[in-house]
């Protein structure tokens, strides 16, 4: 068994000879960050009845929805901002040594910590739409005091611009993801377990392709078993960190 020392110096070794390497982040990234995941022992469906994100209930039930909605992301999010993970990432990217960030995460805050190129497969909750004539909007921009928020050209409803239940995903993040992943050479998984699809595939998808799976998760997932070639086990800032002094 090879001890953490010497696991990240493989990794970063991998890393400095990959010529693309994407990063493929989940609820675990923004832990540390005060978001809580959905899933799990502490997750928000444990608070809240996932209806509430529901297309069709939304469309029916779209005040009762917005007052959970607002809570949940516009209330308890607000101040959420980027931790150490999340400006690792953008630092590799900024150094050559990450190509793309495939997320998971609704939150924004790969953008806010500086990561340019950005594959939201789930959306984004900095932004509301339109479902009627596709307008968007900012998040800091609507008044939350008084919901339903409405569309100013014909009164409709605004829905976040994130994924709910009963959602296909969006067509260029899908694409996008996927031609991210069957290039890259290494693909570094950080805070996802893999149980959701069909984001997981995509980690997967670099697998297939040839890529070396580099894990961070304090402890064992889906991922681990099945495709992960270097686990780094730990929380993500820790350890993206200790990466990042192996790289520079």
Request: aromatic letters at 10%; glycine letters at 6%; charged letters at 25%.
């Amino acid at each position: 068994m090879k001890n953490m020392k010497s696991l990240l110096e493989e990794a970063g070794k991998i890393i400095q000879i990959s010529n693309f390497t994407i990063a493929f982040t989940g609820a675990g990234i923004s832990v540390e960050s005060g978001i809580p995941p959905f899933r799990g022992e502490h997750g928000l469906w444990n608070k809240y009845d996932p209806q509430v994100l529901d297309l069709g209930y939304f469309l029916n039930n779209s005040e009762r929805s917005w007052l959970y909605i607002r809570e949940i992301f516009y209330d308890f999010f607000a101040e959420a901002k980027p931790n150490q993970a999340h400006r690792v990432l953008a630092n590799l990217e900024s150094n050559k040594l990450l190509n793309a960030v495939v997320t998971q995460n609704i939150d924004n805050l790969h953008y806010e910590a500086g990561s340019k190129t950005v594959y939201e497969f789930h959306g984004n909750s900095k932004k509301l739409k339109c479902l009627k004539c596709g307008q968007v909007y900012d998040a800091k921009d609507i008044d939350f005091e008084n919901i339903p928020p409405k569309c100013v050209h014909d009164g409709e409803v605004l829905k976040p611009d994130f994924i709910f239940f009963g959602e296909g995903i969006p067509h260029d993040a899908y694409a996008d993801s996927f031609a991210a992943a069957e290039k890259a050479e290494v693909c570094i998984i950080v805070g996802s377990t893999g149980e959701v699809t069909p984001a997981s595939y995509v980690p997967r998808t670099a697998k297939q392709a040839g890529a070396t799976i580099i894990e961070i998760n304090p402890d064992e997932t889906i991922f681990t078993s099945s495709i992960t070639d270097i686990h780094l086990k730990g929380k993500a800032a820790e350890t993206l960190n200790k990466l990042q002094e192996i790289l520079f």
